[in-house]
């Protein structure tokens, strides 16, 4: 328990104390409104002439209607003085303490509404400075005496808000050399990302980000890493281009899906692997339509 964390819990109590006797306070005031009212409704009735039975009548009528509200307010009274308790008890008291001594866990419950927030700010606080230049300088002063400068980034502007952020991007442009667009949009799903409107990721966001911030294209980096197109591959296996996707799918050759439209580019066979493939389209040239 610090000396401000406790000035917090006397001050939480305080307060409590305070709006107890605040509504005991007013309730009281009603009574002796009525009170008050009631007895002067007693003088009218008691001053008027008794031979003017008509005013008398209205008289003694407004009297036993102040004398009803009298009886009202004291019952009201006398019932909330039996349900509100007067002060708070030993168990209210060390639960005020118990909180105070874990401020962050109050302040962050999910219970702990806007207006309590700043309720629990006013105990704290005695006074903020704020000095705005390149940054904003926070100059703080707690109710025990203590204080605190706190330097604090300008707040961003809407457009800045919309940004992706760098360490997202930088693992976007990571990820490109593994996925196709729409495989890294389904992983970063996975991992819990979202853009910077706090949607999903689809393939097509994947692709305006890339094209917006200049990363290389998937077909760029596989070119990088030596791996060549149908068309190119078709010529070192003496193929048509449409035939190479065949001998990839009957283990002959080795590719990397360019896209998620089922295209994909190839590593560079090995001399025995071509051999097959071709003396198979020369022995067996309908094997590869069939």
């Known amino acids: 328990m610090t000396p401000l964390s406790l000035e917090v819990a006397l001050n939480v109590q305080q307060e409590l104390q305070n709006r107890l006797d605040e509504g005991d306070r007013l309730r009281q005031q009603q009574v002796q409104r009525a009170r008050y009212e009631a007895e002067q409704a007693q003088l009218r009735y008691m001053r008027v002439d008794p031979n003017n039975r008509l005013v008398a009548d209205t008289l003694e009528a407004d009297w036993n209607n102040k004398l009803r509200a009298l009886t009202q307010a004291q ?78 980034p300008l707040p961003l502007n809407g457009w800045q808000l919309r ?61 990088e890493k030596g791996l060549l197109g149908a068309r190119d591959i078709a010529q070192l296996i003496g193929s048509k281009p449409l035939l190479v996707d ?6 002959l050759l080795q590719g990397v899906p360019l896209n998620d439209k089922g295209q994909y580019m190839y590593e560079r066979p090995e001399p025995e692997a071509v051999k097959q493939i071709k003396m198979r389209t020369r022995f067996h040239p309908t094997e590869a339509l069939s």
């Open 75 to 152: 019952e009201e009274y006398q019932k909330h003085r039996q349900t509100d308790p007067q002060k708070l008890t030993e168990e209210q008291r060390t639960q005020v303490l118990n909180l105070a001594s874990d401020f962050p866990k109050l302040w962050q419950s999910p219970t702990t509404t806007t207006k309590d927030r700043k309720r629990m700010v006013r105990l704290l606080l005695e006074d903020v400075t704020l000095l705005r230049g390149n940054n904003i300088t926070a100059q703080v002063r707690f109710k025990g005496g203590a204080t605190r400068c706190l330097n604090l």
């Open 163 to 223: 940004l992706t952020q760098p360490d997202l991007l930088n693992q976007i442009d990571r990820l490109l050399d593994q996925y196709t667009e729409g495989q890294l949009a389904a992983e970063l799903n996975r991992r819990g990302c979202r853009s910077s409107l706090n949607h999903p990721f689809s393939a097509q966001l994947i692709r305006g980000l890339c094209r917006y911030h200049g990363f290389k294209s998937r077909q760029q980096r596989l070119h």
């Open 246 to 251: 065949y001998w990839r799918q009957q283990g």
